[in-house]
Every structure is written in C-alpha cells, then in structure tokens.
C-alpha cells in the first residue's frame, strides 16, 4: 500500500484497514442501510428519486431465459455497459464502446458476439461477480460520453471522481483514470491510475499507480497534474447528497462527467478503499477527526461544501 516509509504512515494521519472498519464502518454505516447501496439497482431507484442523476437503465437481466432477450434489447444501442447488479471492484462490468455487422466491440477492442454476451450474462446471474457469490442481475446501462478534458489522460475506457464522503462532508478526492493495463477501466486494483484532488478549487496534482507517485499518464505520456475538473461545485454537493439519501456516515461515491450530461452518480460504496490517500499523499485521518470533533455540522448543500473546500 505504501508509497511512504511505514514508520511514517501513522505520523501522516493516514488511515488504515482495521482502524477504518472498527471506528468507521462499523459505527456509522448501520447494517439495515447496505441493500441500498450494495445491489445497483436499488440504488439506483434510490438516487432516481432523489433527484440525483444517474445513467439511463435500459433494462435488467434476472433469470436465465430473458438472456434470450437480448438482441431486442440492444438492437438500437450502438454502446452501452453491461454490469453486475450486486458487483464489487469493477469485476463482471463490459464496457461496449460500438458494433459491428457480427460483434460488439469493447473499450478493450475484444469482441463479442450475441452468444459471448450472453454467456457472460450468464456467468452475472450465477454469482461469478457478486459479493459472496450470490445469485445475481444484470443492468444494461448508457454508457457515458465522457467530457473531453480527460482525453489526454485516459485510455480507452471512462474516468471518474471517487469521493470520500463523512458524515456528509466530501473530504478527499481522486480522479481514476483508465489505463491500457487496467483495459479500459477506472479501478486502482485492476491498473488504473488515482490522481490526487485539490479539494478547494477541483484541480489535480499528480498521480499514484502500481504503487508508486508519477507525473505522466503510463500510456499516452501526459502530465497529471494541472487539470481542472469541470463541475466541481456540483460535484462536491452530489456526493454530499448521496450521504443524506443513503442514511451512511462513511462511504465512498464514484461520479462519471458526461459531456452532455455533465455529473452522474456511478455508484456509491459502503466500504470505500484506502488508497485515495496515496493518491494524495496525505492521510485521512486528520480531516475525518476534525468533522468527528464537530458538535454541529452544516445542513444546508452550500455549507457543506464550503466546509468541504476548507479541508485542504
């Protein structure tokens, strides 16, 4: 995990595993709220009635003999994403970016024909990507056009915004950007890259990949730091939205930036990982005990974000 000497990581505030789930998790995400934020369709009935804008749902997969279905389903979508409802990681999801006479092409450029999908639909319902390999769903969503400042720093696939949210103040921030290692998708695990986030005026300050700081995108050779994050404001006061209709204290919010649509919530994660901090290069602790400290935090958006832009 470490890009810093480990004797130093508890001089720097930075946050770990354990201390997370006993002293976070643990105690301000209450058990009952985790079916909203676990299954994606749940949750996004949940933003929709919020008012929180999402990604269109063309329709959902539950059994086996609606896989039949599918051609009529995308017969008019030339992309689109297919994802596990009750996925974690990144895992299952299929970034279809156009087609072909015989296949749709992934972000990737893998191809797949009518069959190829529908076994990994398949593979979906039977709990291949789902959290405790549960019998599962599948969402056919939009797939996100992305904005254009985040074409010289991505590969392929979509960006976005993960945002560290307590007690419904954003308080960290990092841009995850596609890699051609991670195929074209935005998760740290899987390759891409997180760059750190200004949270007072939105503009990035370098990256962390593989586990150690760079300053150049790993494929098109781009500095990382310097760009500004269109919407910001709008951004900040979406995540703190997702706290107050989620019912969490500690989550983490995943935002695209569509380039007609501007912010949509991807997904909100009832254990969000740690690695914001290193794509910071600095610990969470200090914020999260500061609006610990607090016997009165802000009610109103604007506040909240205000507060939220103080932090660093």
């Keep these: 995990m470490s890009i810093f000497p ?16 006993a002293d976070y998790i643990s105690k301000y995400n209450p058990r009952h709220r985790y079916p909203l934020v676990d299954d994606k369709i749940t949750s996004k009935a949940v933003a929709v009635r919020h008012g929180i804008p999402v990604p269109d749902l063309y329709g959902v997969i ?26 974690c990681g990144g895992e299952g999801i299929l970034i279809i970016d156009s087609r072909n006479t015989h296949e749709y092409i992934c972000v990737n450029g893998y191809g797949y024909t009518v069959a190829g999908l529908s076994h990994h639909v398949s593979n979906i319902l039977g709990g291949m990507y789902s959290l405790g390999g549960r019998p599962d769903m599948a969402l056919i969503e939009y797939r996100v056009d992305f904005d254009s400042c985040f074409d010289g720093v991505s590969h392929r696939g979509v960006p976005d915004i993960r945002t560290l949210v307590f007690r419904g103040i954003p308080v960290m921030a990092m841009l995850r950007l596609p890699t051609r290692l991670s195929r074209g998708k935005a998760n740290l695990h899987q390759g891409a890259v997180g760059v750190g986030i200004h949270m007072n005026h939105g503009t990035t300050r370098g990256g962390y990949w593989q586990g150690k700081p760079i300053l150049h995108h790993p494929d098109t050779g781009n500095e990382l730091s310097g760009i500004t994050i269109p919407y910001w404001d709008d951004i900040l ?19 695209v930036l569509d380039k007609n649509r501007g912010p949509l919530l991807l997904e909100v994660n009832a254990r969000p990982g740690l690695s914001i901090q290193m794509a910071n290069r600095t610990g969470l602790l200090p914020r999260i005990q500061f609006i610990e400290s607090l016997a009165n935090l802000p009610n109103s958006l604007q506040d909240r974000m205000m507060l939220a832009k103080s932090l660093a």
């Design 6 to 21: 480990w004797r130093q990581l508890s001089a720097l505030g930075v946050l770990g595993i354990n201390k997370r789930n």
């Design 62 to 87: 539950e059994i086996e003999h609606q896989i039949a279905d599918l051609p009529a389903l995308l017969h008019d979508k030339p992309s689109f994403v297919i994802k596990p409802a009750r996925g």
């Design 237 to 255: 006061c979406l995540n703190a939205r997702c706290h107050d209709c989620t019912g969490m204290g500690f989550i983490g919010v995943d935002i």
